[in-house]
């Protein structure tokens, strides 16, 4: 059962443009969503994250959107730039025993930016 | 500063051989995780350190896998005897404390794993 669900596994924008990545939850007792990016042979370079309490996170270029009540939050990228081609993933974390657990991740969306 | 270092960057192995993955942690980070990333999908938690102890092992296949912490600081991953399904990259990331609940996860470069 995936916890974390992005939907569309690839997504091609033009450079300049807005580009937004969609993610889904259903366990509802995620209570911080992070976006990672990744280039081939990287590891995940965290981009931006998002507390439950809030319903909006900006940085820069990036703005990441949050509805609890839908279970869905979104990460725009605008104006987007070549550099910005990469894969994008959605992570979730709950809390428990004390801590935050280890992230759940979904399967990622590749990001083609074209000039 | 130095981010999260793992090594070996590539390991080819062929199936029931034994193999054994590094990763050094952000200085400071007292938290430390390991992850399975198989083609096509996202990483899954494996194993999830607090300074030498375990939080959470739930998801590591301990007739095969184990890892330790032995001093707080370096993590190493072995798998004995390793399964063509092992075939992955093995991602480590630190974070401060997890214990703060918003805590975010630092990732190394990871080791491809490949399993004839």
């Known amino acids: 059962d995936q916890q974390v669900k992005q939907n569309s596994p690839s997504l091609s924008v033009q450079e300049g443009r807005i580009s937004i990545l969609n993610c889904d939850y259903t366990n509802s007792m995620f209570d911080y969503f992070l976006w990672y990016k990744k280039y081939p042979a990287e590891g995940p370079t965290f981009l931006i994250s998002?507390?439950?309490?809030?319903d909006k996170n900006e940085d820069g270029r990036f703005t990441v959107f949050l509805n609890k009540s839908a279970k869905h939050l979104s990460l725009h990228i605008v104006p987007s730039q070549p550099g910005d081609s990469a894969v994008y993933f959605c992570a979730a974390s709950a809390q428990s025993g004390g801590g935050a657990d280890g992230l759940t991740f979904g399967k990622g969306t590749h990001l083609i930016i074209q000039p | 500063e130095a981010g999260v270092a793992q090594s070996p960057r590539y390991k080819i192995i062929e199936k029931r051989q034994s193999v054994a993955f590094w990763c050094n942690p952000i200085?400071?980070?007292?938290?430390l995780y390991w992850y399975q990333q198989i083609l096509g999908q996202g990483p899954k938690l494996l194993i999830q350190?607090?300074?030498?102890?375990?939080?959470?092992d739930s998801q590591l296949p301990k007739d095969r896998f184990s890892a330790e912490r032995l001093k707080g600081v370096d993590s190493t991953l072995k798998i004995q005897p390793a399964k063509l399904e092992d075939s992955a990259v093995y991602l480590c990331?630190?974070?401060?404390?997890?214990?703060?609940?918003?805590?975010?996860?630092?990732f190394g470069p990871g080791t491809r794993l490949t399993v004839l």
């Open positions: 990331a630190s974070s401060l404390d997890w214990a703060s609940g918003t805590d975010t996860q630092y």
């Open positions: 998002i507390s439950s309490i809030k």
């Open positions: 350190f607090q300074n030498n102890g375990v939080v959470d």
């Open positions: 200085s400071g980070h007292a938290t």
